[in-house]
């Protein structure tokens, strides 16, 4: 079969034909075969790429919604969406396979991304400074450590804020898509007979939770938090502190990108599996963190105990829960995670001042306090 041969002004999406190429221009950017071409394309490196996360290519309503989430880019108006989805109904699907599920309407995928993509947020009034988060006191109207105020002249207005991620929401979402809750049976369907520690989930932490009851769901989520201080400006007086969150019921080779796992190797998690729930910010560090953390651990408290509701796509209705493994940092993090005067410090505890001792022993040096 010979080539179709196209004059210059012709579409290459719909072949219609244009007397001039700015009529041709202003039609391709809203012809529904361009649309599709440039979608399939863009599916199809996000599919060798893994860039879409979410995408369960497999079923209808995600194929849609990753579909849909491209046109969206593309900035074309709704009618023009349902266009190129009646397209792809008649002349594509039920052309190959007139039994075969055809994608749904806009009006259900919008919906489907809707409740897929909420994430909640909490915000909490913050001193300015950085010093605390003030979660409980309604009426505290100036920081104890700084004296700062903590509302604007002559309103309720916070002077500084900090907006914290629901652990609740995040886990959702993923467990509530196809894809990413199998990503998620990673913990429960592992078997480890190789004698060596080869994941979180050979520690003694994981053990010691299953020993007590836990993780009895196979819907049950491990996670581990982080948190780390930077400076975001250059020579300014501001810094910044972020608390991450790393969900560890993905499978490692998922997580981080590595085909294999060494104990004292650096291990790089990959940026979508990075989940950031806080920044703090603020012109010096922290002088109450438990401040800032305590949303966090009492609804991770609640999770823990009660866990949470899940409706999946075909009406199923689980309940997991989500358990932290690990809460760490660089040292400087950690000595303010424990209340730590410093590593280097003799009287290490800021709550009980008592001078600590080196003891030499066989293998280490150990303090004694």
């Not at 210059?8 to 391709?28: D, E, V």
């Not at 749904?104 to 300015?128: G, M």
């Not at 996670?223 to 502190?241: E, K, M, N, V, Y």
Request: charge should be positive; charged fraction near 20%; include cysteine.
């Amino acid at each position: 079969m010979g080539k179709t041969n196209l004059t210059p002004n012709s579409c290459g999406g719909c072949r219609q034909l244009f007397k001039t190429k700015r009529g041709l221009a202003n039609h391709a950017a809203s012809c529904p075969g361009n649309v599709l071409g440039k979608s399939i394309t863009a599916i199809t490196q996000q599919q060798s790429t893994g860039d879409n996360d979410l995408a369960d290519w497999g079923s209808p309503m995600t194929m849609a919604i990753g579909l849909y989430e491209i046109l969206k880019k593309t900035k074309i108006s709704r009618s023009q969406i349902d266009d190129v989805l009646e397209y792809i109904n008649v002349n594509i699907i039920e052309a190959i396979d007139p039994d075969a599920p055809t994608l749904p309407s806009q009006y259900l995928i919008k919906q489907a991304v809707d409740k897929r993509a909420k994430l909640d947020f909490t915000r909490y009034d913050a001193c300015e400074n950085g010093c605390a988060l003030y979660t409980d006191n309604d009426s505290e109207a100036l920081c104890e450590h700084c004296k700062a105020p903590r509302y604007r002249s002559h309103s309720l207005a916070p002077v500084s804020f900090v907006d914290i991620l629901s652990i609740r929401s995040v886990i959702s979402a993923k467990l509530y898509n196809d894809k990413t809750r199998q990503q998620l049976m990673y913990r429960h369907e592992r078997v480890n007979t190789s004698g060596n520690m080869l994941d979180i989930f050979d520690g003694a932490a994981h053990e010691d939770l299953v020993n007590r009851g836990k993780f009895q769901s196979k819907y049950d989520v491990a996670i581990g938090l982080s948190i780390d201080g930077f400076l975001p400006l250059d020579r300014s007086g501001f810094q910044a502190t972020m608390v991450n969150m790393v969900i560890f019921s993905i499978d490692p080779v998922q997580r981080t990108g590595l085909t294999m796992l060494l104990l004292c190797s650096v291990v790089q998690y990959k940026l979508r599996n990075m989940i950031q729930l806080m920044i703090i910010p603020g012109r010096h560090k922290s002088k109450v963190l438990d401040s800032f953390l305590q949303p966090v651990f009492t609804k991770l408290l609640q999770l823990v105990k009660a866990g949470m509701e899940v409706k999946l796509i075909n009406d199923e209705t689980i309940k997991p829960k989500v358990y932290l493994l690990l809460f760490g940092g660089d040292i400087p993090a950690v000595v303010d995670l424990i209340n730590h005067s410093g590593h280097m410090s003799y009287h290490g505890c800021l709550r009980y001042w008592k001078r600590l001792l080196w003891l030499r022993t066989e293998t280490d040096y150990l303090y004694q306090g």
